[in-house]
């Protein structure tokens, strides 16, 4: 017997292939399946063959009276016409390099087709219709309201909905623990029917309905949890950390730049934060490049040298990102003495000694107190960690971790009655009203200014056939001494998507566009020394263009690197396209911004354009909101974004009204001892 949290490798014919790549996609259980949302759908009204018109997206259902394949006139192409006969009129249908095709279909066949009606010779034509038989069963693929998911290589729609549609009455067993009070007075739907319709909706209201309350969901138990967390937190005492003010001074004045204003204030509001007895929970927000890693090194620095024992921990969401911040904090607090450790799932060392030191040994050094700052991963909460006096937490790119993880990490943290003081850092950006609601009573420091000096980013949409004109103006800028990143949307050849890949990009500016310059790759899958030896030539100047996969997106810091080039430009959201672009402008030179595509869709171009015009993430966060729909921005588009299924981030009302009722229930039941549904919810919520 199914059972939502039954694996999925036993829906009956689940292939084991099909079933790894399902787990791709984190989908291990049908709960998974269910909760696996559409993230766009579209509408094919049926048409019968004398009512269509061109340029309309339809369905039509009709009789195959013939179907052959052919070989084209160069023979590359292999094309299966057919033509349809529905009583009304006839309609022929043509499918390319899909010889399969006569096998399943045969003349006599009625089937539904699902595609875009275009001109042809005065007749009309569809190009590459997704079809159905119509044998038993309503169709699934191509009548009404069609939903679209995300998908992983060789995953189809097809499958994806077959299988969800299979499963779907399995929704009717999941509990729904939201309180029936919230259900009513805010008329949202019950859980079961939410998901049906989310998946399987009859009409436009069907989804707004569904959407509704499945948003409304996220956000309430985001709110709930954050109203926990602060609950408890409050029970606690945090170490007091005296304002070291003679070593704070010192480093300051060790820079090579001043601070600006905005690192200045947003570093004493966590220094007298952390000079309370209460533990501070502070969210420190800056755009990208606006210099966060300097104030938490002041935290940092202020905690561990105020008292002799004090014990800092930062966590970071990549090796590359781990391995950057322990260089560049223990080569800034190198006059310092300070015991710096790094712990990730493949390094583990200690003031930027060569050695590696093996789990158990650097495990042991941090237990005992000889550690004082430990940067690390994902690993610091998977480990068997413990700290002798942890008085600070920092966590960077918080938006990248989820809340379950960030509460881990407050626990491993806390000692007895004590709980270290917390800050967060992100670059996320949207405005202090919404980060409140966002994340609960958290405290917030903003950076409002980028560093003096900065010159803008010059921003250019490239097309295709100016693409050889921005390469000699980069060769220019090389010459001069500066350099540059690519970013490619994958990393080996793959010839289905069409989308370039970080090995063959490196090929080809080697051999033909940049002979003349190192050139090296980046991406997630290499060893990690290799990772580092790569991010630490690219510092030193002995690698002039870096190719590399999306990896580089998040806090990388190489000021000499002028030029960010993106291939593929329009497979990225606007705010992560503006993450990449963060990586440069970060010194004194010019720097410019390459966004390369070969689209020709307006829309994509429009939304493109934006990024040549806006400059701060916020507006362009809002704006591919608008382009790509709600729901659009999930997945990899979603990067930068705290981790939303469904909801969106500027729907401020139901923001508002999610906060209210988690705030009131609470305050009501601190404990939901009232709500056991709910409280096993928040327990296994991510
Ligand atoms: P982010 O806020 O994105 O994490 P970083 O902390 O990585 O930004 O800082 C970006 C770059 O700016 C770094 O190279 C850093 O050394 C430099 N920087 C930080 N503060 C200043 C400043 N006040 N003046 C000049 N450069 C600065
Ligand atoms: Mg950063």
Redesign the pocket.
């Known amino acids: 017997m199914l059972e939502p949290n039954t694996s999925i490798k036993n829906i009956g014919k689940l292939s084991l292939t099909t079933t790894k790549r399902l787990n791709k996609l984190g989908i291990n259980t049908v709960y998974d399946l269910l909760f696996y949302f559409p993230f766009k759908y579209e509408i094919f009204k049926k048409t019968s063959i004398k009512n269509l018109r061109p340029n309309t997206k339809v369905c039509v259902v009709a009789q195959i009276e013939i179907i052959q394949n052919k070989r084209s006139v160069h023979k590359k192409m292999n094309i299966t016409e057919a033509i349809l006969n529905d009583g009304t009129g006839k309609l022929k249908v043509v499918w390319f390099n899909q010889p399969f095709l006569g096998k399943i279909l045969k003349a006599g066949d009625i089937i539904s087709l699902a595609g875009k009606i275009e001109l042809d010779f005065g007749g009309y034509l569809m190009a590459s219709p997704i079809y159905e038989k119509i044998n038993s069963g309503t169709p699934l693929h191509t009548q009404g309201i069609i939903p679209s998911y995300h998908l992983t290589e060789k995953l189809s729609q097809k499958q994806l909905r077959f299988l969800i549609n299979k499963i779907i009455p399995l929704a009717k067993q999941i509990k729904d623990w939201l309180p029936s009070s919230i259900k009513q007075e805010l008329k949202l739907l019950d859980l079961t029917e939410a998901i049906q319709k989310i998946h399987f909706p009859q009409n436009e209201s069907d989804i707004k309905k569904a959407r509704k309350r499945l948003s409304f969901d996220e956000l309430f138990l985001i709110q709930i949890q954050a109203q926990l967390i602060r609950k408890n937190l409050d029970k606690y005492k945090a170490p007091t950390i005296p304002f070291a003010k003679k070593y704070v001074k010192n480093f300051v004045n060790s820079l090579p730049?001043?601070?600006?204003n905005s690192?200045r204030q947003t570093a004493w509001e966590i220094i007298q934060d952390m000079g309370k007895d209460k533990p501070m929970m502070r969210l420190l927000e800056?755009d990208?490049?606006?210099?966060?890693?300097?104030v938490a090194i002041i935290a940092m620095l202020n905690a561990v040298t105020s008292l002799k024992n004090n014990q800092v921990v930062i966590m970071v969401p990549t090796e590359i990102l781990a391995l950057q911040h322990y260089q560049t904090i223990t080569s800034l607090l190198k006059n310092f003495n300070i015991k710096i450790a790094l712990l990730t799932k493949s390094e583990k060392r200690l003031n930027s000694q060569e050695k590696k030191l093996s789990k158990k040994k650097i495990l042991e050094i941090i237990k005992r107190g000889e550690a004082q700052i430990i940067i690390g991963t994902h690993t610091l909460i998977q480990e068997e960690l413990e700290f002798k006096n942890l008085v600070l937490a920092i966590i960077d790119e918080q938006h990248r971790f989820g809340v379950k993880q960030r509460k881990l990490l407050i626990e491993k943290a806390g000692h007895k009655e004590m709980m270290p003081h917390m800050l967060s850092m992100t670059?996320t950006p949207i405005p202090r009203s919404l980060a409140l609601a966002l994340y609960g009573d958290l405290d917030l420091s903003i950076i409002s200014e980028m560093?003096?000096g900065r010159k803008k980013i010059i921003t250019k949409v490239v097309p295709e056939e100016k693409r050889q004109a921005a390469y000699d103006f980069i060769k220019e800028q090389l010459k001069q001494g500066r350099q540059a990143f690519v970013i490619c949307p994958l990393i080996d050849y793959s010839d289905k998507l069409g989308v370039k890949s970080v090995k063959e990009e490196y090929k080809k500016l080697r051999e033909q566009i940049f002979p003349e310059s190192n050139i090296a790759i980046l991406h997630g899958r290499l060893k990690p020394k290799e990772k580092e030896e790569i991010m630490q030539n690219f510092l030193n100047k002995k690698i002039d263009i870096l190719v590399s996969t999306s990896v580089v997106e998040v806090?990388v810091?190489v000021?000499n690197a002028t030029i960010m080039i993106i291939e593929g430009a329009e497979r990225f959201g606007l705010p992560q396209l503006h993450q990449f672009r963060?990586r440069v402008g970060?010194g004194e030179h010019q720097s410019y911004c390459f966004a390369f595509t070969n689209n020709k869709n307006e829309k994509t171009l429009k939304r493109l354009r934006a990024f040549e015009m806006y400059y701060d993430g916020f507006s362009l966060a809002k704006i591919d909101l608008k382009f790509r729909g709600p729901g659009e921005v999930y997945g990899t588009a979603q990067k930068g974004f705290p981790e939303l299924k469904i909801a969106n981030l500027f729907d401020y009302d139901l923001i508002k009204l999610a906060r209210e009722q988690a705030i009131k229930i609470i305050k009501k039941d601190p404990n939901l001892a009232n709500y056991p549904l709910l409280k096993a919810k928040i327990q296994s919520f991510p």
């Open positions: 730049f001043r601070l600006t690192q800056g990208v490049g606006s210099g966060k890693t300097i670059a560093p003096k806090g810091d000021p963060g970060r």
